[in-house]
């Protein structure tokens, strides 16, 4: 992956870099795309030769239409080839930029794995999703479309240019001579709409980002009567979008008239001279009219070459955008991994001066405790103390900065990532529901998970009298705030695990549930090593321990 520096020109080659690299792990079928487009751009000067010589055949020399079947074979066989040509050349530019758009959507999903649910917590969803979804669909025409047909411009007219210099050198000059203003208008106009890209992306990006958080929090933004505040301000957001990329299209149209105008004068110049030389005689009929004929293909190359460079511009942003997210740091993996033995009992957990910041502000500083096998800890302390951070560590959501932490003597950065998860389970205050039913909830650790097994998870969550086939919607909807609770419990029992984290389970039920999800609690922490997360010293009955996190260190409770 590059680095990302802070000026936008750099940022720009980095970008462009970036979009060549791609293109190089598609280069073989790029290069078949440009070979079938090239192939379509000869049948086509085949076929307009072999109409030009038709005509010539039937207006001047009076020969019959039975004498010409040979050559309207000829110019149909050309015209069905070329189609067949065509269309192959599209299919396989189209599937190019699908391989490169589901690698780099793959990698952002990856990256948003490495980056950590701690680092992304000051990230909004909107934006993410933005940059995951709207910015790679926008790589798509530059990889179908834009590059093929830069490199067929590059070919095709000199192909042209080469069959009609031996016809007529007067006419391939001039196509030559105004062919230059083409890439001139292209760059002089496009230059100018790259920079208002770059701004309608980065307005984009913004707006998703706060329309997402107004849909999540709806309901807070009706209990605080903030609807129209809300709606006034995505409609502003939406009115500075839309003039900004009317902007964007006023130049692309403008881009468009230019070389449609140069297009049109340059083959009225050809069609004026040529028509001179008929008429004076030093011309013949068959050259003129074909080349009269393949002009407008000859520009039409460099013209879509033009239409398309928008597309480029509109790459080059989406691909900065893509570039600074994953650029965003993310969790280090211990450069020597050591071939430690799976932990295959529940671990002794050993804190050794571990510190933690979020920023300038420390949360954690020097922790040192041990937790031994089977021991069940309540960690309880004031608020932002540091206990939820602890349990993050321990999840590998993030690194200690300072200090080291072991499991059964073995660092814990040295562990393998997916195997150490395995035997983890997880309960934080308000589980995550995903919208299906109970059952896909229960089984989100293990599809294979069979009737009696879900069935038995269930009953030790005390969560025995919720349906399975209960909808769920997304964040729960469907579920109390309770019985998510026992659900989310219900999975951990699914997973078996040697280590249970739970980070103040019971804080926002009611005395019942509360009670439920407590004795389900119960029954997971037994023989098992158990940290338990709680503000209050009362919550914590049950536990062999309690540690007080106070002032970003661990003491026992005087």
């Known amino acids: 992956m590059l680095t990302m520096t ?46 030009a010589r038709v005509a010539d055949e039937v207006i001047f020399r009076r020969s019959a239409v039975s004498a010409l079947l040979s050559l309207f074979a000829g110019a149909l066989g050309a015209v069905i080839l070329r189609a067949a040509a065509a269309a192959a050349a599209r299919r396989t530019a189209s599937a190019c930029a699908s391989k490169v758009k589901a690698h780099v959507r793959a990698e952002c999903i990856a990256h948003v794995a490495r980056i950590g649910p701690l680092a992304l917590s000051g990230m909004r969803a909107g934006e993410i999703a933005h940059v995951s979804v709207d910015a790679v669909e926008a ?9 093929p047909q830069r490199s067929i411009a590059s070919l095709l007219p000199f192909t042209i240019l080469a069959v009609v210099f031996p016809l007529d050198w007067i006419s391939g000059l001039v196509l030559v001579l105004t062919a230059v203003f083409l890439p001139v208008s292209m760059i002089v106009i496009g230059d100018q709409a790259h920079e208002r890209n770059q701004r309608l992306w980065g307005r984009l990006a913004l707006m998703s980002g706060r329309f997402l958080d107004v849909l999540q929090g709806l309901s807070t933004v009706r209990m605080f009567d903030a609807v129209r505040r809300e709606t006034a301000e995505i409609e502003r957001a939406s009115r500075e979008h839309r003039t900004l990329t009317m902007s964007v299209l006023r130049l692309a149209f403008l881009s468009s008239f230019m070389l449609e105008l140069i297009s049109a004068v340059s083959i009225a110049i050809v069609a004026v001279i040529s028509g001179f ?59 020597a991994r050591v071939n430690a033995p799976c932990v295959m009992r529940p671990p002794v957990i050993t804190f050794h001066g571990v510190s933690f910041s979020y920023g300038a502000a420390p949360v954690l500083s020097g922790v040192t405790l041990e937790i031994d096998s089977c021991e069940r800890v309540a960690l309880i302390g004031a608020s932002g103390a540091g206990k939820s951070t602890l349990l993050a560590l321990l999840n590998r959501f993030a690194r200690p900065q300072q200090g080291t932490i072991e499991i059964d003597g073995v660092p814990l950065a040295a562990l393998d990532l997916a195997g150490w998860r395995r035997v983890v389970a997880w309960l934080p205050q308000r589980p995550t529901m995903f919208h299906g039913s109970v059952r896909d909830n229960v089984t989100l650790g293990r599809r294979d998970a069979s009737k009696d097994e879900i069935r038995r998870a269930m009953s030790l969550a005390r969560a025995e009298g919720i349906p399975l086939d209960t909808p769920v919607g997304e964040s729960g909807l469907g579920l109390s705030t309770g019985e998510a609770q026992r659900v989310a419990l219900a999975r951990l029992f699914l997973r078996t695990p040697l280590l249970v984290l739970l980070d103040e389970p019971t804080a926002h039920l009611d005395a019942e549930n509360a009670a439920l999800v407590s004795e389900g609690i119960q029954e997971l922490s037994s023989g098992r090593t158990t940290l338990l997360v709680t503000h209050r010293a009362e919550s914590a009955a049950g536990m062999d321990r309690i540690v007080e996190i106070k002032d970003g260190k661990a003491g026992p409770v005087r």
């Open 6 to 51: 802070g000026t936008t020109q750099t940022y720009t080659a980095d970008s462009t870099r970036w979009l060549r690299q791609l293109a190089l792990s598609v280069r073989g079928r790029l290069a078949a795309a440009v070979a079938l487009g090239e192939l379509a751009g000869i049948l086509l000067v085949l076929q307009t030769g072999l109409l």
């Open 277 to 335: 030389r008929l008429l004076h005689g030093t011309m013949a009929f068959n050259p003129a009219y074909f080349i009269l004929l393949v002009a407008p293909e000859y520009f039409l190359t460099l013209r879509m070459l033009g239409t398309l460079h928008h597309s480029r511009m509109e790459a080059i942003s989406a691909a900065e955008q893509i570039q600074e997210f994953l650029g965003r740091p993310v969790l280090e993996e211990s450069a």
């Open 139 to 147: 790589l798509d025409a530059y990889f179908s479309r834009y590059l």
